[in-house]
């Protein structure tokens, strides 16, 4: 049960993460259009919005199904 719990939260987290980050480059675009970072590309961003926006889901999700394949075994 909490490893399911544990999965559907990995998931969650992964779609908040991704329509976060549609949303900040659409607003960034919507601002400068002409700007470096407008194509949305990762490899465009700052260290900092690349930590933030790509490497912190990242690490929430793997620890999520992390725990949730423990909780699993341990069931």
């Given at each position: 049960?909490?490893?399911n719990v544990l999965f559907a939260l990995a998931a969650l987290t992964g779609v908040?993460?991704?329509l976060v980050?549609?949303?900040l480059v659409q607003l960034a675009c919507g601002y400068a259009p002409g700007?470096?970072?407008?194509?949305?590309?990762?490899?465009?961003?700052t260290t900092d919005d690349r930590f933030w926006l790509i490497g912190m889901p990242a690490i929430a999700i793997a620890s999520l199904l992390a725990l949730g394949v423990l909780a699993r075994r341990k069931a």
């Open positions: 049960m909490l490893s908040c993460a991704m980050y549609g949303y700007a470096t970072s407008c194509s949305g590309a990762p490899w465009d961003l």
